[in-house]
């Protein structure tokens, strides 16, 4: 059964492909799988039908034979376990990517969230000019430590995997934030990974429904 | 072989348990697997033999046959896949208690983690007063999603899972700031995880490293 997938009815950032469902469109596109979309409203997030398939009404989920999943972590995670192309065979390089997984959503990405959180909401706080710089050091901590890990090696641990495909969409949150720019080797990971034909496939995809006539 | 995990040389929080090593401890606890610990000072994580094994400096990771593992979430979702007692069998349910675990680090700890670092770093901030409360409502608009989802269920899907083991422990955070108290539901949740006589044994391990004679 083809999969069905929820997204922003329109993402509220146009079509950047920074919302949660590019990862799972990403994924799909990666492991050659066919699926729909459903759009939900951000008033039917919170609605009971949506909140029965996600507990915290947020984008995506993913329905499939009977199966509801939320967690964007979780539905890359289980795909890319139903099907080869985006985790090792090996058990043990299958944990060491899927590490790659929960450093991207657990410890990479809450700092990020929250540099872009109080630029878009803590502007005029009379806070802001002090604590911004608090917030790009955090970030700047963790991007230090994965350039270095990263070194001149392409992807993290050998062959692109789901932990490239879930590090890479966390790091392109900074892209409005020059930070991305002043660690070049990260810069050319998240470059190589956006030039993917299954990178390319899912931008699109997201934008044709974020930029369609109302 | 008996896998080794590392922990911290002194835990700043005196032995509460809320250290990322308490939740390995708990998983290997709960599948019956002994471990050795390998504690780590603060310096020490920082130096380039644990950034090898940890890129972002910190604990715990896991060691065994030859793989090296970071990531808490990672490392008990490797556990609990290797040894029964903490995933379902079937693939659907057992897709459904990772999911638990993604939101459970993903979803609900870093609105946690960011008011439990106010309280601790921006006490004495001009912004603490007014920020506080925002930080305080992001926690409790995931609770209340949490606790309508759990209803009067024993635990989030069925039975006990690695997924309760990590919401359970993301929310053992907050009981120093009385917000677990205003959701009953969520604090008997807690009140029975922690009951389990392998949480028990965890956390009685993790106080004697902490409050050993230095």
Known sequence: MTPTITAFERSPDGGKGLARDTRVRWA????????????VSFGAMKEPAHMA??????????????????????IVLHLAQQHPGLLPEDTQARARAVSWMFAALSTVEPPILELTMARLFERDK?????RLPILEARVRTRLEQLSARLGDAEW??????AGDLMMVHVL?????????DEFPRLAAYVARAEARPAY???????????????
Chains 1, 2 share one sequence.
């Open 53 to 74: 398939l996600h507990p915290f009404g947020q984008i995506p989920t993913l329905q499939e034979d009977g199966l509801a999943l939320f967690e964007t972590g979780a």
């Open 28 to 39: 799909l596109e990666e492991l050659g799988q066919a699926y729909e979309v459903r759009l």
């Open 126 to 130: 009379p806070w802001h000019a002090e």
């Open 200 to 214: 390319q496939r899912a931008f699109a995809a997201q934008l044709a429904v974020n930029t369609r006539p109302a």
């Open 156 to 161: 993290l641990d050998g062959a692109f995997s």
């Open 172 to 180: 392109l949150r900074l892209r409005s934030t020059g930070l991305l």
